[in-house]
């Protein structure tokens, strides 16, 4: 273990003294060196720091700012989904209606102490089982590996070999298919969106050894998927039924029963997650519309309601898709948001019913500048209020290397009390490059994770507070240096005890109160 550290050690410490393409080489050879070592791996692995260089992490500031006192925020209790992990818990969006929020706190700024660990890939979506374990999902450049962690030491407790990417197809820093929107059920099972076109439900075992995954059920939905697609996500309904979309916009379902699956082909490509609602509807962005979905009498996918938003028909830096980049977030019992690919870009807020009386718009507000306005992240919701944060800029690891970062901004925009508009709240100039921000409801924070640009040419992430009032930075927090603490598209989670948690290129970072 110690020869393959300080390998990597040597390579990170040379990112900013080489050009961005012998950089970017150089982590690919350290990640399949280190997926290599790993797929052999024993349980009980204590875990190594991803590697940074200690002259980087002397010269920039470990602390700013000044630790919190709690200002609770209050929001609408999310509905539980009966067959979902507890909300907070279940999975990357934290509960079925995508809200991104928690109703505990997180690190309040006290002492904040980090760890972290080297995985030779991004542990970016991160559930929470009924033991308090991180039970995550790690993509490495062969594909995704679902990992159990200790969430106090991130001790790694067990891992399971998910099904491999295609060699050459894809581009390894964008392509979230294949396990990167995973869930975790009501009875501690990982439900997996596969490379090979199934739907995998992997419980946990244990043993002599320790804890453990196996593959329980598997479902096969590749009939309805044509050559090059891809299962981007599945969800449940309240009743059970698993929902999936895929790449190039096949929506179906599967009864978890008989296997049986129903499908309809909108057409139109996905490239994000889904919602669902306790009425039963179903919630989809492609990168022409706006949906809700519902089943038919045979379970069947049904369109409610479509709406087109607007779109200048480009991928602008920091998106992945020609369209909205946003999971739609449910807020309430009333209303569903997105951000559109307009520039500049809009929050667009629709009435979620099936039926509604007048316009199914609430709202279209511009947020960032124009020239200057994408986000490939999904929006923070509570009852009235969004939180919307700009990733303009983020082309992929390499536009924040030598110092770089991505344009400025994030913003809150709120619902008025009558429901019929919204109005922009407070706008924040900290630069989140990718990673999807979080709310606690129980601090009244806003957790990013933040990179200002540096002329000397160091590369310092900071997990960032922001006052969800006001959007004063309250504090910021280094996170580490150099290339393998890059989030890239990665969500800041907030485990139950108020451990704050990143994935990051080069594995899993931990921030907590000392």
């Not at 982590?27 to 052999?40: F, K, R």
Request: charged content about 15%.
């Amino acid at each position: 273990m110690r020869s393959r550290a300080n390998g990597a050690a040597g390579i990170t410490s040379r990112f900013r003294r080489t050009g961005v393409a012998a950089a970017l080489s150089a982590v690919l050879i350290v990640l399949v060196g280190v997926v290599l070592t790993n797929s052999a791996v024993a349980q009980g692995l204590a875990p190594t720091p991803i590697p940074q260089n200690p002259s980087d992490v002397a010269a920039v500031a470990a602390f700013r700012g000044s630790p919190a006192l709690p200002k609770p925020v209050s929001s609408p209790t999310v509905p539980q989904n009966p067959f979902m992990a507890p909300n907070g818990r279940s999975n990357l969006h934290d509960d079925a209606y995508m809200t991104n929020t928690y109703l505990w706190s997180g690190p309040l700024g006290n002492n904040v102490q980090t760890l972290s660990t080297f995985q030779g890939g991004e542990c970016a979506s991160l559930t929470f089982d009924s033991s308090g374990r991180i039970v995550g999902i790690c993509i490495g450049l062969e594909g995704p590996r679902l990992a159990m962690f200790d969430a106090r030491n991130l001790e790694l407790l067990a891992v399971m070999s998910l099904p491999p990417r295609s060699l050459g197809t894809g581009n390894p820093f964008t392509d979230f298919s294949g396990g990167g929107y995973f869930y975790l059920d009501q009875s501690d099972r990982a439900v997996i969106p596969t490379t090979n076109g199934q739907i995998w439900v992997v419980g946990e075992t244990s043993g002599a050894t320790g804890p453990g995954f196996a593959l329980q059920r598997s479902y096969d939905v590749s009939a309805s998927m044509s050559s090059g697609d891809e299962i981007i996500s599945a969800l449940p309904d309240w009743s059970g039924r698993i929902w999936f979309a895929t790449t190039k916009g096949v929506v179906g379902t599967v009864d978890p029963v008989s296997g049986a699956v129903k499908t309809l082909d909108l057409g139109e490509a996905i490239g994000n997650s889904f919602s669902v609602d306790k009425t039963g509807g179903v919630f989809m962005v492609t990168d022409r519309a706006m949906y809700r979905l519902d089943p038919a009498h045979d379970g069947s996918p049904m369109v409610s309601w479509r709406q087109t938003y607007p779109n200048i028909g480009l991928v602008k830096p920091g998106q992945t898709e020609d369209g909205s980049g946003t999971t739609p977030n449910l807020m309430g019992s009333n209303y569903v948001a997105i951000t559109d690919n307009a520039d500049p870009m809009d929050v667009i807020v629709y009435r979620r019913a099936k039926r509604v009386s007048g316009s199914r718009v609430v709202c279209a507000v511009p947020v960032f500048s124009a020239g200057s306005s994408s986000t490939d992240n999904s929006l923070i919701g509570t009852g009235r209020s969004i939180i919307v944060e700009n990733n303009y800029g983020y082309t992929g690891p390499s536009a924040t290397l030598n110092g770089a970062s991505t344009a400025a901004g994030i913003e809150r925009v709120d619902i008025n009390k009558e429901g019929t508009g919204c109005a922009p709240v407070w706008y924040s100039t900290e630069r989140a490059p990718s990673a999807v921000p979080k709310l606690s409801l129980a601090a009244g924070l806003v957790y990013a994770y933040t990179k200002p640009p540096r002329s000397d040419g160091i590369d310092a992430w900071y997990l960032t507070a922001l006052s969800f009032r006001s959007g004063e930075t309250v504090y910021e927090r280094l996170a580490g240096t150099g290339l393998g603490f890059n989030s890239n598209y990665a969500p800041v989670s907030l485990g139950p005890d108020g451990t704050s948690y990143v994935g990051a290129l080069g594995g899993l970072v931990l921030l907590r109160d000392g």
